[in-house]
Nanobody
Framework: QVQLVESGGGSVQAGGSLRLSCAAS????????IGWFRQAPGKEREGVAA????????YYADSVKGRFTISQDNAENTVYLQMNSLKPEDTAMYYC?????????????????WGQGTQVTVSS
């Protein structure tokens, strides 16, 4: 069964940190591109970061470079998103999804399966 489950969201003050987890089924995790996306109320879903689990290459949106880090744990089939120096504009529902390759990693329409999302709220 292809499955992605996000967790780790919560409410923090600006400047704080959170670590999101995306637990994937073996099929979704192995040698695939797993991306993190977010959607704020009234806004379009946007790419945040992605990682190719077959080699560890990572990709980031300009808005999160230097603050967020995406990583993988092959033993747990899990991709993490460490979010530091959080800002109120980071408030959104965060989702993970997978596709075969990371070329065009931020193209939402190319992703196959999505998790249910985890809410991140950053207060000023």
């Amino acid at each position: 069964q292809v499955q992605l489950v996000e967790s780790g969201g919560g409410s923090v003050q600006a400047g704080g940190s959170l670590r999101l987890s995306c637990a994937a089924s073996a099929y979704a995790y192995s040698r695939n591109c797993i991306g993190w996306f977010r959607q704020a109320p009234g806004k379009e879903r946007e790419g945040v970061a992605a990682i190719y689990t077959g080699g560890g290459l990572t990709y980031y949106a300009d808005s999160v470079k230097g603050r967020f880090t995406i990583s993988q744990d092959n033993a747990e089939n899990t991709v993490y998103l460490q979010m530091n120096s959080l800002k109120p504009e980071d408030t959104a529902m965060y989702y993970c999804a997978f596709k075969k390759f990371c070329l065009g990693w931020a193209l939402i329409g190319e992703y196959n399966t999505w998790g249910q999302g985890t809410q991140v709220t950053v207060s000023s």
